[in-house]
C-alpha cells in the first residue's frame, strides 16, 4: 500500500489543521493582549506563542507517536481514571467550544449588518449547526472540504489583515503597557496562551489526523509519524505568523481600552476604520470561517471519542446528539457559559499538559505507573488548590501561607512548579528500583 503523500496532499492536510485550531479566541485575545502590552507586545508574544504554538505542537507528537487518542497517551493511569477524566475533557471542551464559536461567530456576521436582529441571529445560528453537522459526519473528508476548499479563503482574508497595519497603522504603540504586563510579559503572554485552548483541542485534532492519512493509505507508524510532524509544523508556522500579525494589529489600533474592552473590538474598530463597510463584510467571513473549521474539529474529535465506548452508538449518531446538546447550550449566553466553564478548564489543562510532556519522554522514564499518576495527581491538587486561590474561596489569612508553599501562584504556574519536583524525585525512585532489580537477578 501506498505510505505517501504528494506535496498538494500535505499541504492540504497541513491547512486544515491550521484551520482546525484557528477558532474564535486565537482571533480575539492576541489583538487584545497587543493593545494591552503597549512596548513590551513582543515580549507578550514570545510567551504566547511558546503555549499558543508550542503545547499544541507537542500534543500533536504525543499523539503520533503513540499512534493513539486520550486514552492511549494516558494509559499509565488507572483505567478508571482515564475513562473519568478523558470523558470530563472532552464533554466540556465540546459543551463549551462548540456553543462559543457559533456564538462569536453570529455577533460578528449578523450585528454588523443586521443589527440585533434575534430572527436573523437565530437563522444564521440553525445555519451554522447544519453545515457544521454535515462536514463533521464524514471527518476522513476533512483534507478536502476543509484543507483544500476553506483553508485557502481563510488564509487570504487573515493576509490581508495582518499586512494592513503594517501599511496604515491607526496609532504609535502605546509607550506605558498596562499593569500586568509592565513587569512579567513574558509570563503574562504565556498564561493568556491557555485561552486558545490549543493544547487540548491537539488531543482531538491528532486523531482527526491520523484518520485523514490513514484514509490516504498512510498507515504505517513511521509514515504517519513522519506526515503529522510535518503537519503540526505548517500549522504552527501558520498560527505563529497569525498571532504576530494581529499582536501587532492591536498594538496599532490606537484604540482606547477600557474595562470591559475585548480583542473582538478591537478586530472591529481596526476593520472598520481601514476598510468601512467592506470591512465588517470581511471581518465577519474570516471569524465565521475560523469558528466553523473549529465547531468542525471539535464536534468530529469528541464524536470519535465517545463512539469507541459503545458498538450501540454510531460515530454519526454521536455528531448529532453533540449537535443538538451544543444548540441547548448557546441559548445560555455566551457570558454564562464561559462562567459555567472556565473554573474547570484551569484545571483540567495543566493536568492534559502535564500528560502531553510525560507522553514526549516517556522512554527516559524508568518507573512510567508510578511517575504519570504521581505527577498527575499533584497538578490536579495543585491546580483546584489554585483556581480555589484565584476565585477567592480561600480565606484571606490563609493566604500568605499558600503562597509561601506553592511558587508562582500568583502566576498560576505553582503546579508547574510542584509537578517538576515530583517528576524529579519518581525518576530518581524508578532508577534506584531498577537498578536494585537487576542486582537482585544477578
Not at 56 to 85: R, W, Y
Not at 278 to 283: A, F, H, M, Q, T
Not at 393 to 407: H, Q, S, T
Request: charged fraction near 10%; charge should be neutral; proline fraction near 4%.
Amino acid at each position: 500500500m501506498k505510505q505517501s503523500l504528494n506535496i498538494k496532499q500535505i499541504l492540504g492536510l497541513g491547512f486544515m489543521l491550521f484551520a482546525l485550531f484557528l477558532g474564535a479566541g486565537n482571533l480575539i485575545f492576541p489583538p487584545l493582549i497587543g493593545a494591552s502590552a503597549g512596548v513590551n507586545v513582543w515580549q507578550a508574544t514570545i510567551g504566547f506563542i511558546i503555549s499558543g504554538v508550542g503545547l499544541p505542537l507537542m500534543a500533536i507528537m504525543a499523539i503520533c507517536l503513540t499512534d493513539g487518542g486520550f486514552n492511549t497517551i494516558s494509559k499509565e493511569l488507572p483505567h478508571q481514571v482515564i475513562v473519568v477524566l478523558g470523558s470530563i475533557v472532552f464533554l466540556v471542551i465540546g459543551i463549551y467550544a462548540i456553543p462559543r464559536t457559533a456564538i462569536v461567530s453570529a455577533e460578528f456576521s449578523t450585528t454588523p449588518i443586521f443589527g440585533e436582529s434575534l430572527a436573523v441571529n437565530i437563522t444564521f445560528l440553525a445555519i451554522f449547526y447544519i453545515i457544521s453537522w454535515y462536514l463533521s459526519i464524514y471527518p476522513g473528508k476533512l483534507l478536502e472540504t476543509i484543507g483544500q476548499m476553506i483553508t485557502p479563503l481563510l488564509i487570504l482574508l487573515l493576509i490581508i489583515l495582518g499586512v494592513m497595519p503594517l501599511v496604515k497603522p491607526l496609532a504609535s504603540i502605546a509607550e506605558i503597557p498596562q499593569a500586568e504586563y509592565q513587569n512579567t510579559p513574558i509570563i503574562q503572554g504565556f498564561i493568556n496562551g491557555y485561552l486558545t485552548m490549543d493544547a487540548l483541542g491537539a488531543l482531538m485534532f491528532g486523531v482527526i489526523v491520523t484518520a485523514n492519512l490513514k484514509s490516504h493509505g498512510v498507515t504505517n507508524t513511521k509514515s504517519m509519524f513522519k506526515y503529522s510532524l510535518i503537519t503540526g509544523i505548517i500549522a504552527a508556522v501558520g498560527l505563529t505568523l497569525v498571532y504576530v500579525s494581529l499582536f501587532n494589529l492591536g498594538a496599532k489600533s490606537g484604540i482606547k481600552l477600557q474595562e470591559n474592552t475585548n480583542g473582538a473590538q478591537i478586530l472591529s474598530y481596526y476593520s472598520h476604520q481601514v476598510f468601512g463597510f467592506w470591512g465588517d463584510i470581511g471581518l465577519a467571513v474570516v471569524i465565521t470561517l475560523a469558528c466553523l473549521t473549529t465547531a468542525v474539529g471539535v464536534i468530529s474529535g469528541v464524536s470519535e471519542y465517545f463512539s469507541e465506548f459503545t458498538d450501540k452508538l454510531s460515530y454519526k449518531t454521536v455528531v448529532s446528539i453533540l449537535c443538538v446538546c451544543c444548540v441547548f447550550v448557546t441559548g445560555l449566553g455566551l457570558e454564562l457559559i464561559i462562567k459555567l466553564f472556565i473554573p474547570v478548564l484551569a484545571i483540567l489543562y495543566p493536568v492534559c499538559i502535564g500528560i502531553i510532556i510525560l507522553t514526549l519522554i516517556r522512554k527516559w522514564i524508568a518507573a512510567p505507573s508510578l511517575t504519570y499518576r504521581s505527577v498527575t495527581l499533584v497538578i490536579f491538587i495543585t491546580s483546584l488548590i489554585e483556581s480555589l486561590y484565584h476565585k477567592g474561596v480561600i480565606p484571606v489569612e490563609y493566604k500568605p501561607l499558600i503562597a509561601n508553599i506553592l511558587p508562582w501562584i500568583e502566576f498560576n504556574l505553582s503546579w508547574l512548579a510542584v509537578a517538576s519536583i515530583t517528576l524529579v524525585i519518581t525518576m530518581v525512585i524508578g532508577m534506584l528500583k531498577t537498578a536494585t532489580s537487576s542486582d537482585i537477578s544477578k
